[in-house]
């Protein structure tokens, strides 16, 4: 098993910056890839990036150029830079990961969920 903690949320306004960071623990030597996530009430859960073992990373096209994903493989944790906020990037934010050889940008194949962090940008 794998458990996820996220911090870093908050409210901010729009042009801000935010940093999350998800902390793993357990068996993190399974873990493929990390990604986020993100939902808003009465919308489906939906890709924001991931970061491959190796270190690839790929981005939803409407964070891309504003997001930037990392991470510390010394403190299993990774992070989501958020700059240049917008009112839309208003949700949950959830870390995830997953197993296997190939990374996903699928909720289905998503293996493990954090508990969420409220990100909030203001007009």
């Known amino acids: 098993q794998v458990q996820l903690v996220e911090s870093g949320g908050g409210l901010v306004q729009a042009g801000g910056s935010l940093r999350l960071s998800c902390a793993a623990s357990?068996?993190?030597?399974?873990?493929?890839?990390m990604d986020w996530f993100r939902q808003v009430p009465g919308k489906e859960r939906e890709f924001v990036a991931y970061?491959?073992?190796?270190?690839?990373?790929y981005y939803a096209d409407s964070v891309k150029g504003r997001f930037t994903i990392s991470r510390d493989n010394a403190k299993n944790t990774v992070y989501l830079q958020m700059n240049s906020l917008k009112p839309e990037d208003t949700a949950v934010y959830y870390c995830?990961?997953?197993?296997?050889?190939?990374?996903?940008?699928?909720?289905?194949?998503?293996?493990?969920w954090g508990q969420g962090t409220q990100v909030t940008v203001s007009s």
């Open positions: 970061i491959t073992r190796r270190g690839n990373t």
């Open positions: 357990g068996r993190t030597s399974d873990i493929y890839a």
């Open positions: 995830a990961a997953h197993r296997g050889v190939v990374a996903t940008t699928s909720v289905s194949r998503i293996d493990y």
